[in-house]
Nanobody, 127 residues
Framework: QVQLVQSGGGLVQAGGSLRLSCAASGGTFSTYHMAWFRQAPGKEREFVTAVSWGGKRTYYADSVKGRFTVSRDNLKNTMYLQMSNLKVEDTAVYYC????????????????????WGQGTQVTVSS
């Protein structure tokens, strides 16, 4: 029922910035915890960041702390990922995802915590 449509991404040089968006439809966005994951070729999908249903709590993987910022606009049913000071190792397919039950576990950092997934968008960082 819930659809997550991603936009943004692309090719950027190391040190540059990109902004990803994830627009939700078909559900009650404002009740979901949301998160971003990423997956590089040949590697496991890894947690990047999460934001609570009300937007008051955020959590970041150590690898992106201080460089990435997650936010959400519940009036627009959209979550964002602002990425700055990008590194080559940030190259991956990025996925947005939603936990419709807003798990009591915080932070929800496992794929099994989430129910709906976007199609993914490629982020490529060149040296």
């Amino acid at each position: 029922q819930v659809q997550l449509v991603q936009s943004g991404g692309g090719l950027v040089q190391a040190g540059g910035s990109l902004r990803l968006s994830c627009a939700a439809s078909g559900g009650t966005f404002s009740t979901y915890h949301m998160a971003w994951f990423r997956q590089a070729p040949g590697k496991e999908r890894e947690f990047v960041t999460a934001v609570s249903w009300g937007g008051k709590r955020t959590y970041y993987a150590d690898s992106v702390k201080g460089r990435f910022t997650v936010s959400r606009d519940n009036l627009k049913n959209t979550m964002y990922l602002q990425m700055s000071n990008l590194k080559v190792e940030d190259t991956a397919v990025y996925y947005c995802t939603a936990d419709r039950l807003a798990s009591s576990r915080w932070p929800p950092t496992e794929s099994r915590d989430y129910d709906y997934w976007g199609q993914g968008t490629q982020v490529t960082v060149s040296s």
